[in-house]
């Protein structure tokens, strides 16, 4: 069997392999779609076989072949997205836009501003911020004479706007793409170009009235966009340098320390250890140590055995830190999030540029036997950032800061993988049907109005579409209502007007029909 008998056979098989999709009771539009993809893909191959092993009788039919085989439409390419990203089709979109939507609303109730930045930056504005994830930033050619990076999250380019233009205290929440050259995980959410949403306080304030306001945000957008129970778990990074000071941790190792602590929601302790022993060049005594206070967690009465902890209790930093964080719990208890939220020492966040309360939110699923929750994923992060500002001010001015970000890619896996049933994708209110033909300027002229009434509408674009197929369109893509015009109700001055779910029709006079559907809307809106 020659390689073009192959390819025909294959064309057949996958032929049927569509037609059998298409003919199912239930159609799944997404399968379809890929399956005459991979069919066209196959027709695409037998017409550049065909094409090599046509024998032109001359030169310029040689030259034509080869400009034909060129051609970028004849080319045999595998399409596919780049690896860590995808394409998002309507109903994911739809999706998308409502959390977002959401998030936004949360973010304006607290006074919060917008700002936008550059979607690449200086690759030296970038380095040296984020720790051991700074081989992750995607470096892009030197562009005419100056070395960029695309941005690794929103907090740097944040810091570098405020220092840059002398910006002394802004609240300010900002929705953009950032990029990761990062093991991708599609299923959980985590991908190479992903959605930060972002909100931070800059400016000089009293201590930790900022910061619970951030863990009072990601409180109520995790209860607004509605994944399930959650918990915020709070920590500080000067209590975790003095806990690693007590327990003998060189202070030029403190971060990497760090590094390896922040894997404990994802790594067994048991494996912690042996990264900061066998890796990290830690002493055994030292890490055991640590062991010891990384698996507790509370709230304020957590608190006050640190503070009586005999090591802890002789290093300043963990006495600012533990203040820090009976003040928070405090602020947490009036916002009524207190039993949202956990000072939990395991967490340790491994970015460089953190100083003081750091947070973070993980979904929860089943309980332990234990009573302990099982966590599911993490969905927010934050903290404290005050000498990140300085590193870009020209006078080297510092403008404390504190923030939180939002990981609305999991958000959205979330509630992709729980959503049933076909999702609304367009948000039109009514669809302008004519019931006879010759009617089409007429209803250019209704829909007109109902534009420049300010009514989200649409229509057919057949001069004389069957009525079966237009009330069929306004059913498959929920469109409330419909507007039929018909020639002897014309002639009376009036217009249909049906709804579309019970299918009741109604006439309605030509110079009332706006008012009349904006007053069922105004009701279907409030019901």
């Known amino acids: 069997m020659t390689a073009k008998d192959t390819l025909e056979a294959a064309i057949t098989a996958q032929g049927d392999v569509v037609r059998k999709l298409k003919s199912a009771a239930t159609k799944d539009k997404a399968k379809i779609n890929e399956e005459v993809q991979k069919l066209l893909a196959l027709k695409e191959q037998l017409k550049q076989l065909s094409v090599e092993d046509a024998e032109p009788a001359t030169e310029g039919a040689t030259a034509a072949a080869a400009a034909v085989a060129a051609t970028p439409g004849n080319r045999n390419l595998s399409l596919k997205t780049a690896k860590g990203t995808r394409d998002y089709g309507p109903e994911a979109m739809a999706l998308r836009l409502r959390v977002l939507d959401q998030v936004v609303s949360v973010f304006r109730k607290h006074g919060a501003e917008t700002i936008d930045t550059p979607v690449f930056e200086l690759k030296e504005v970038l380095t040296g911020k984020y720790g051991e994830d700074s081989k992750l930033i995607y470096d892009l050619k030197d562009q005419g004479g100056e070395i960029l990076a695309l941005r690794y999250d929103l907090t740097v380019p944040f810091?570098?706007?405020?220092?840059?233009?002398?910006?002394?205290?802004?609240?300010?929440?900002?929705?953009?793409?950032?990029?990761?050259?990062?093991?991708?995980q599609i299923t959980r959410g985590r991908y190479r170009e992903f959605y930060q949403c972002d909100f931070d306080i800059a400016g000089t304030y009293d201590p930790m009235l900022p910061d619970a306001e951030c863990v009072k945000v990601v409180c109520e957008i995790l209860t607004t966009v509605g994944v399930g129970p959650f918990v915020v778990k709070l920590n500080h990074r000067k209590l975790l340098d003095g806990m690693f000071e007590a327990c003998g941790v060189p202070a030029d190792k403190f971060r990497t320390a760090?590094?390896?602590?922040?894997?404990?929601?994802?790594?067994?302790?048991?494996e912690v250890r042996r990264e900061m022993i066998e890796e990290k060049g830690l002493a055994e005594a030292t890490v055991d140590r640590i062991g010891e206070y990384v698996t507790l967690h509370g709230g304020p009465e957590l608190v006050d055995r640190l503070a009586a902890d005999e090591q802890l209790s002789r290093i300043p930093s963990a006495l600012e830190g533990l203040a820090d964080m009976r003040l928070l719990l405090e602020y947490c208890a009036i916002f009524r999030v207190a039993d949202r939220v956990s000072f939990d020492l395991s967490l340790a966040?491994?970015?460089?540029?953190?100083?003081?309360?750091?947070?973070?939110?993980?979904?929860?699923?089943?309980?332990?036997?234990?009573?302990?929750?099982?966590?599911?994923?993490?969905?927010?992060?934050?903290?404290?950032?005050?000498?990140?500002?300085?590193?870009?001010?020209?006078?080297?001015?510092?403008?404390?800061?504190?923030?939180?970000?939002?990981?609305?890619?999991?958000?959205?896996?979330?509630?992709?993988?729980?959503?049933?049933?076909?999702?609304?994708?367009?948000?039109?209110?009514?669809?302008?049907?004519?019931?006879?033909?010759?009617?089409?300027?007429?209803?250019?002229?209704?829909?007109?109005?109902?534009?420049?009434?300010?009514?989200?509408?649409?229509?057919?674009?057949?001069?004389?579409?069957?009525?079966?197929?237009?009330?069929?369109?306004?059913?498959?893509?929920?469109?409330?209502?419909?507007?039929?015009?018909?020639?002897?109700?014309?002639?009376?001055?009036?217009?249909?007007?049906?709804?579309?779910?019970?299918?009741?029709?109604?006439?309605?006079?030509?110079d009332t029909f706006i008012d009349e559907l904006r007053r069922r809307l105004s009701v279907s809106a409030t019901v």
């Open 258 to 270: 760090c590094s390896s602590v922040d894997k404990l929601d994802k790594t067994p302790w048991e």
């Open 159 to 184: 810091a570098r706007y405020v220092g840059m233009g002398n910006v002394f205290n802004i609240k300010r929440y900002h929705i953009a793409k950032v990029y990761r050259r990062d093991n991708p």
């Open 349 to 510: 966040r491994g970015l460089d540029y953190y100083t003081g309360v750091i947070y973070e939110a993980v979904l929860l699923g089943d309980s332990k036997p234990d009573g302990d929750e099982i966590t599911v994923g993490s969905v927010a992060g934050g903290g404290r950032y005050d000498n990140l500002v300085g590193m870009f001010n020209p006078k080297r001015k510092q403008v404390p800061c504190v923030g939180v970000s939002i990981g609305v890619e999991r958000l959205f896996s979330i509630l992709e993988a729980r959503t049933t049933g076909k999702t609304r994708t367009n948000e039109t209110e009514v669809y302008v049907a004519s019931a006879h033909k010759g009617l089409h300027l007429k209803r250019l002229e209704i829909l007109n109005q109902l534009w420049e009434a300010g009514v989200k509408a649409e229509h057919s674009y057949k001069l004389n579409p069957k009525l079966l197929a237009q009330l069929q369109h306004c059913e498959e893509y929920q469109i409330p209502y419909a507007i039929i015009l018909g020639d002897g109700e014309l002639a009376r001055g009036v217009v249909k007007l049906r709804e579309i779910a019970t299918r009741k029709e109604e006439e309605v006079a030509l």
